[in-house]
């Protein structure tokens, strides 16, 4: 199991990514109600079947819902996907037995993805404890909404992982060529598909307030999928 002071690490980290980044999407974000985004706590479906729970609008999933709605009886885990991005996620299925270092399938933007445990055993109580120093420094005024672990992922889920790398390789440098083409000044880092395809996210640095539209229309019209510009503040530190 992760040691408090790293599980508290991770929270930093998921901090910086919630409260600093910026993202330039194809669409704008949806409010959601309290209400709809709790409903999660009920969905039943198959994870793998691409059903979805008929009182949950599919463009509330990735949302979460707030921390003092997660079930003192659902630990609390950090998951991490590609380009170090880290989300914290609750477990309500009692019978699961998630632990560092396996591949779950999760709730995400208007789907689900697949990322792997980096720490567990986290409580709501340290989570509010900690968040609780961060807003005393103004260094996290984001509300903390967790989000749902669906299923651990199977054999056929992480074969996929090979085809989904080289696909986002791929995108990558389409993505690098297009950005010298327009002389954008950022530099294209990584690539990430969301496991159900349905989301396209380019990591980058450099300047933030720059007219991303033409790119993302491009970027759209090549892949037919949400396409996300999603930059790393924390690189430009290092």
Not at 12 to 33: K, R
Not at 103 to 125: F, H, M, N, P, Y
Request: proline share 5%.
């Amino acid at each position: 199991m992760v040691k408090p002071q790293q599980s508290l690490a991770y929270l930093d980290h998921y901090s910086q990514q919630h409260g600093e980044s910026e993202t330039h999407g194809i669409t704008s974000s949806t409010s959601t109600s309290t209400t709809a985004r709790t409903s999660a706590l009920n969905l039943t479906t198959n994870p793998h079947s691409g059903a979805s729970n008929p009182s949950l609008n599919p463009t509330d999933l990735g949302k979460g819902i707030p921390l003092h709605s997660v079930p003192s009886s659902c630990p609390l885990f950090i998951v991490e996907f590609k380009a170090g991005r880290t989300d914290l996620y609750y477990l309500s299925d009692q019978k699961m037995d998630v632990r560092v270092g396996d591949w779950i399938i999760v709730e995400a933007d208007r789907g689900r993805d697949l990322g792997k445990v980096v720490s567990e055993g986290i409580t709501a109580r340290e989570v509010e404890l900690w968040h609780s120093r961060k807003a005393a420094k103004a260094q996290a005024q984001q509300e903390i909404n967790p989000k749902m672990i669906y299923a651990k992922a199977g054999p056929q889920d992480i074969e996929t992982l090979a085809a989904k790398l080289g696909d986002e390789m791929k995108a990558l440098q389409l993505c690098q060529t297009k950005v010298r083409a327009t002389r954008l000044p950022i530099e294209v880092i990584d690539a990430e598909y969301q496991w159900d395809r349905r989301k396209l996210t380019f990591y980058f640095v450099g300047e933030k307030n720059i007219d991303f539209r033409e790119l993302v229309r491009e970027l759209f019209r090549l892949y037919k999928t949400r396409i996300w510009m999603a930059s790393l503040p924390e690189y430009e530190q290092r």
